[in-house]
């Protein structure tokens, strides 16, 4: 089983990342999908999740409006969409991945990427 994230980076204040998430090793259709985030010193928070079928989301308020989270099962890949970043969305994002769906516990996950730099910053 493998989740590579990649996209991630260095931005300026008000611009925009699309970060993506290759899945391999397992039935991905069948699987919710989140993305967390983990800045020094703080716990890790999920940002967004979307289910395996119906495309249902869930945004952090923090994020609402400002990120899309969007999947496609024929690829295997999921994306977050980042505009209008801020200094405060510095951190290093992760996929997870989790069956019978989503869940606001990083514990619940049964599979998670390496993890991708964001950083925002003039």
């Known amino acids: 089983v493998q989740l590579v994230e990649s996209g991630g980076g260095l931005v300026q204040p008000g611009g925009s990342l699309r970060l993506s998430c290759a899945a391999s090793?397992?039935?991905?259709?069948?699987?919710?999908m989140s993305w967390y985030r983990q800045a020094p010193g703080k716990e890790r928070e999920l940002v967004a999740a979307?289910?395996?079928?119906?495309?249902?989301?869930h945004y952090a308020d923090s994020v609402k409006g400002r990120f899309t989270i969007s999947r496609d099962n024929a690829k295997n890949t999921v994306y977050l969409q980042m505009n209008s970043l801020k200094p405060e969305d510095t951190a290093v994002y992760y996929c997870?991945?989790?069956?019978?769906?989503?869940?606001?516990?990083?514990?619940?996950?049964?599979?998670w990427g390496q993890g991708t730099q964001v950083t925002v910053s003039s």
């Open positions: 997870a991945a989790k069956l019978h769906g989503t869940a606001n516990n990083p514990g619940a996950y049964d599979y």
């Open positions: 979307i289910t395996s079928v119906g495309g249902g989301t």
């Open positions: 090793g397992f039935t991905f259709s069948t699987y919710a």
